[in-house]
């Protein structure tokens, strides 16, 4: 059974760090490209990095560009997102996600709040 946990968010103030973990079980990441997401107060989810199976590729949204950084260990089966110069806009709960054939799975999500 795949499953996915994430853990790592909480409450910073501007400019700040936060490192968000995703932990899987049921499935090896390495083969997978695994994505992180985010939902703010009243807005649709939206895509905030992935990086791609393989060759370990990394895409990044514009609006984090710069500031976030994924990234996999495989010895831990876990990948990670390091988020530095953190602002009030980057609030939301965090998910990450990886599709297997036409099956997204999610994690329950872990809540960042940037805020003085």
């Known amino acids: 059974q795949v499953q996915l946990v994430e853990s790592g968010g909480g409450l910073v103030q501007p400019g700040g760090s936060l490192r968000l973990s995703c932990a899987a079980s049921?499935?090896?990441?390495?083969?997978?490209?695994i994505g992180w997401f985010r939902q703010a107060p009243g807005k649709g989810r939206e895509g905030v990095s992935c990086?791609?199976?393989?060759?370990?590729?990394?895409f990044y949204a514009n609006s984090v560009k710069g500031r976030f950084t994924i990234s996999r260990n495989a010895a831990e089966n876990t990948v990670y997102l390091q988020m530095n110069s953190l602002k009030p806009e980057d609030t939301a709960v965090y998910y990450c996600?990886?599709?297997?054939?036409?099956?997204?799975?999610w994690g329950q999500g872990t809540q960042v709040t940037v805020s003085s």
């Open positions: 990086i791609k199976s393989f060759d370990d590729s990394t």
């Open positions: 049921g499935l090896n990441l390495d083969y997978y490209a």
């Open positions: 996600n990886v599709r297997i054939g036409l099956y997204d799975y």
